[in-house]
């Protein structure tokens, strides 16, 4: 696509991981920004079609190490790609650039700074800036994003879970204090580096539970669950992880307060969804092969026994993460939603 | 091994599914029982390497069609993996015929015939052997299986689920109306015919839920857990299957009636299955790759916001089928209960 | 992407396979042109959604039987996915109804009729398009392509091994006696509709070698090759497939004339291939993945104990199907070439 | 099975890898072999069930660091899992300590040190046991193994690639300087290093060359054939690695002298391979998946285009390591050669 001059001008910061590499990907056909300045840290920097042989004849960048002032001149928006704890050290940096900031970490996505610090084991040290992020997922912040300069792009596990259930939640169906999210993920939720869990002969033909008890998108599944129920909610969340690449299937499991029937719990999904583009309501049960590689979300509730069953399923490196930070940017931007995610 | 003459003579009816051949596998390195008799439909008949090329030079029988008279003159056990419904019309003439027969079917599981009659939409035929089948899990009811001579092999997923909390039923520690089971299960659970789902491209990389509120195993799972906490129980099972050939990951949620240690929850578990070759109570979450191509089940326990996070592992084809199977019958003929099985 | 005016209205004729489904999601995302009308045999018609849930809230059209009058009215060219043999009785069709044609099948590829009614046993009924069909390899033969109204879009193996040795043909730098094109292709490769060597427990963990002496895209590489090197080529082609959705590697083995240095043979291929916007030399082996998902072809040349070792990497359904087709659409109307591609 | 007190009694040397643990796997159901002493470099030792979950409760042993006087006592016969170039540093201890040793390094294989010293870069310090070491592809060289003392394992592709050809090369029906040898491993062949390239999300469905002309195996494969033609080999050996486990497939192209049917080729294979229990000779191609878990090789030749295809399947951990090992085992000690194997 001919690059026009008014093209919104597009940063990664941490472009060496998964999520700079789809971020780039998304941004290549999105036909109204453009890529102009990546960066990493120096061991990982370098053409971009050395450190992604799939980015050959289509990006001729350079991964470079950051330059503030290159980047102010350089570009409007900064996809920061950062890991959690980094990213609060470079933030108010790209802000201060005169940037828009789509933050992937963790860093500004727990308004409570003790739960942060809990389970981050490390002390907030941008809270100013924390205060004032919205939190990009715009199904159901999308207020909070247009006109943010700052916005948290929200983690895989919560983005697929939260949409399970935000219908339930909004209506004030559910009990808050029974809630279970069972999920599992592709293996790219590891991110990029090796290790033994992830060994290919490990990790093919396997499947596994972990962080049981621990995991840090807990937190963040409460806190937004809550601001939905206009009331504090508990949610056990067990993730696990499969021989996949990429999605995750959530499937989560809640008590009704009072009887509903399937009909009417599909109409009030459909209802709540309606004008979403990236929220699919299904009448039976998505897999994660029906929305891999696209920024859609598919899903479906069910009564089994009483309880409520609710599957979800995303692409965690699309709508999970990189997919999310275009459709915030294009927001931000004031652009069609669906730019570069069609 | 030399082929003594004592041997057990093995026969298996319906020879040339998933669950014959993987019994076929493990007769034939047993040491103690022998391959004699193989039959199928007449379609799936023939020479053992023809139907099943990784045969090729390890058994040299034919797979022919049923002959009663042969089978009671070449038998002393019948592996019966006849699907559902249409066993319950052979085992009586196997059993007529003089031989212990196993049978991987449910058409002996349920004992509550209604049940049975309304999971399985079938009128049941048999019902005075249904009567005295042992339910062929040997570590809850081996007394049972010693003495038998119609074993009913449970289901895969029972197994799993229910090796995953029978301490806690056991023990009577949890709530009875609550117990939620989320199981994901290797593809060669879905049997030998080729259908749209799993067709490769659609089941590699992919991940669904099925069965949602209607499968088959979640009555008999109600059954036996019944059966240990000596009270009626209710489970939501939701299985799920995943891109790989073989496995059960079990993740089994349940409230405890007051509050309990994870320190006592491992010794409740480690004192339950003390002396049970085929169960070892881990002390981390297991995959499902540490147990596959084994009769092993891997349990481990956790408290999780003030649940029960039980998990467990299994080989859907082993512990979950065959292997179970030849665990049945050793301790039918009195043999030591891992032959086969190391 | 707003839908302009002027843009091309592209056709689906067999719109409910793989390849059908990827040239929706091409389209979808190319800019210039947009999809009015899909067609499928009665059996797969339905709305888009419902045949390809990945496509939910992407793409709201019905997929129809074919009508002509209708596929003239809305469309300016047809994607022709029907499969071989069927594709002749319609095309001409297609042709009449005046719409530029792009065809997948092998019906239009091999010129030599008597090449064609061999391998596919099968009497040709349209020798006179056959006759002016360009073969839509544009790197290749982007002259015949620009002007046609007919493409025969070439077949996924010949595209891949084709590309690996295209500068050596040209170059006169082989032996044409003696090249064998030893492939690996993901499973998707083998279409939609389920077979037992294709269910997933058969095809998981496994890789097998098939069409052994008889695959019909062997004739259609010699055909290439042979205008290529302006003389008859001879090429023993051996496919196989393995565990994985998408790609073909292709190890070309040939034999140089006379001595070649890796450098020399490098820098042939880079000036070869220097202006093209798909095809990328590379420095190291390409995997499969570097290019699935895109129009990419990488290649690779390494002179090993005397010989050439060729190495290219496509993506069957993109660069060996839709992708190309869609490259030859962009060459057709005159577009810029990676349009949709990017 | 219980353990009979003339059981031969094996040490694992380097018992914490792949081939250690399949070795394992394989002498805990031999029945005439037990397991008795297992070590490990420092850091990879520990109870057997924590350095791999799939033995607890099957092997309650120690990994432990390697002390001789404890190896001369507890063993009759080690299986040496050390990697090239340590292995040559151990052997001689090992035998000095009184046991039979196999090894499944390269370091006894290559009997010219000139050659071994090129491809492995290192200086051969063990050249006399190297002169009288037997090389343990029992098929081929069973005599020499019947009563040696030192046994050098075969690496995994020289066993599936001269197994598919030495019927060829000992009736001398093959010209000796054109053979290519294309195979495509599993990814357990790279061991259990966790590195980029087989990082999950980097090696599923991914498949790609390497050792490009390098590769060691290359003059272990020309030396065999050499010794099966009596006369100088070249091949040209090309590796591949696909997104499975286990297993390689083998396709290995010659050209025959004179021409030779389809029926001359398999009877000539037939008979070649007439009594071994190991080697199948199909009527059809085989897959990886009918040989994985099992000590059979299963090979086809066919005749293309004047050329001789050959294929061979393996599953590179048994027949291509373990399983093979074991095998030479039998032998040495005069056992049934498929103890263990079945």
Redesign the interface.
């Known amino acids: 696509?001919?690059q026009k001059s008014n093209m919104i001008r597009v940063a990664i910061i941490g472009a060496s991981g998964?999520t700079g590499a789809e971020s780039m990907k998304i941004i290549?056909?999105h036909?109204e920004a453009r890529l102009t300045y990546l960066t990493a840290i120096p061991a990982e920097c370098g053409a971009v079609e050395d450190v992604f042989?799939?980015f050959?004849?289509?990006c001729d960048l350079q991964i470079e190490p950051l330059d503030l002032e290159k980047l102010a001149e350089l570009a409007d928006v900064a996809l920061c790609c950062l890991p959690h704890k980094v990213s609060m050290e470079f933030v108010p940096r790209l802000l201060g650039a005169g940037l828009k900031v789509i933050d992937f970490s963790a860093d500004y996505r727990l308004k409570d700074v003790s739960v942060y610090e809990k389970f981050y084991a490390v002390k907030h040290t941008d809270t100013a800036n924390l205060a004032r992020a919205a939190f990009g997922l715009p199904e159901l912040f999308r207020d909070q994003v247009q006109g943010a300069d700052l916005v948290a792009n929200p983690g895989c596990f919560p983005t697929g879970a939260i949409l399970a259930i935000a219908p339930l939640l909004a209506e004030g169906l559910i009990e808050l204090d029974?809630i279970?999210v069972?999920s599992?993920t592709?293996?790219?939720g590891?991110g990029?580096?090796?290790?033994?869990k992830?060994?290919?002969?490990?990790?093919?033909?396997?499947?596994?539970?972990?962080g049981?008890?621990t995991h840090r998108h807990m937190p963040e599944m409460e806190q937004i669950a809550g601001e939905l129920a206009g009331s504090e909610v508990?949610i056990?969340f067990?993730p696990?992880v499969?021989?996949?690449?990429?999605?995750i299937?959530s499937?989560v499991?809640s008590e009704p307060k009072q009887n509903v029937s399937d009909d009417r719990l599909l109409r009030l999904y459909e209802d709540f969804y309606g004008g979403e583009?990236?929220v699919?309501v299904?009448k039976d049960?998505?897999?994660?092969?029906?929305?891999?590689?696209?920024n859609?979300c598919?899903v479906f509730p069910?009564?089994?026994?009483g309880?409520i069953?609710s599957?979800s399923?995303i692409d965690n490196l699309v709508k999970g993460a990189s997919g999310q930070a275009i459709q915030n940017m294009n927001v931000l931007f004031g652009l069609?939603e669906n730019?570069g995610l069609?």
Chains 1, 2, 3, 4 share one sequence.
């Open positions: 696509m001919s998964y290549l056909r036909g042989p799939q050959r004849g289509r029974s279970i069972n599992v592709g293996a790219s590891a990029k580096n090796p290790s033994a992830f060994h290919f002969p490990n990790m093919n033909e396997n499947l596994f539970a972990y049981i008890g508990r056990l067990q696990h499969g021989p996949f690449d990429r999605g299937l499937t499991y583009p990236f699919q299904r049960s998505p897999g994660v092969k029906d929305v891999v590689g696209t859609y598919h069910a009564i089994v026994k309880r069953v599957f399923a069609k730019l069609q």
